[in-house]
């Protein structure tokens, strides 16, 4: 990646974060928030190397930890276990698939779900937490699905990522 890409790719994390917590907030509930972490965190599974995704997705899983208020390493495990099946499928399929994003990003919101609910059940004694998790899913899922779909629709989306 040169500095160039660095840089933009800083900026676009920093943008996110700033989105994700303060300005998302005060105008979408919790359960219609998309996690552009999670988002930018499965582009960068399908199109960038094992060297460098690894650690970018533990960073962005420790990054949405420290801004969500959740267990810290939670996320981090999360994206970075997603990290690892997605990236040993993608070298099978045609990672430039925005239909292939677009199910990644279910399936990683599924699979992030799933796991913080299994862990914060077993590990709290918190009364129907699990049932206002469970109302949570359905739209959740449906707006990352949507966020994603509108990044798949990007111009030069399924073009090749140049490193220059």
């Known amino acids: 990646m040169s500095r160039r890409a660095v840089l933009f790719f ?4 920093i943008f996110s974060i700033a989105m994700q917590v303060a300005l ?6 919790a359960p219609f928030k998309p996690d552009l972490l999670l988002i930018i965190m499965v582009f960068i599974t399908l199109r960038s190397s094992f060297q460098a995704g690894a650690p970018l997705a533990w960073l962005l899983g420790m990054l949405d930890d420290i801004c969500s208020g959740m ?3 939670l996320n981090a495990a999360t994206f970075l276990i997603s990290f690892f099946i997605i990236r040993s499928i993608s070298d099978r399929l045609y990672a430039d698939s925005a239909i292939l994003f677009v199910l990644a990003v279910a399936g990683v919101t599924l699979a992030g779900f799933t796991l913080n609910m299994l862990l914060i059940v077993m590990f709290t004694a918190t009364p129907g937490i699990a049932y ?9 899922l449906l ?3 949507f966020i994603a779909s509108i990044v798949a629709a990007f ?6 990522v140049t490193s220059s």
């Open 10 to 13: 800083l900026c676009f994390v």
């Open 24 to 29: 998302l907030p005060v105008f979408l509930r």
């Open 71 to 73: 267990f810290l390493g």
């Open 132 to 140: 206002s998790m469970l109302s949570d899913i359905f739209p959740r």
């Open 143 to 145: 707006v990352n699905s």
């Open 155 to 160: 111009p030069g989306f399924d073009g090749e």
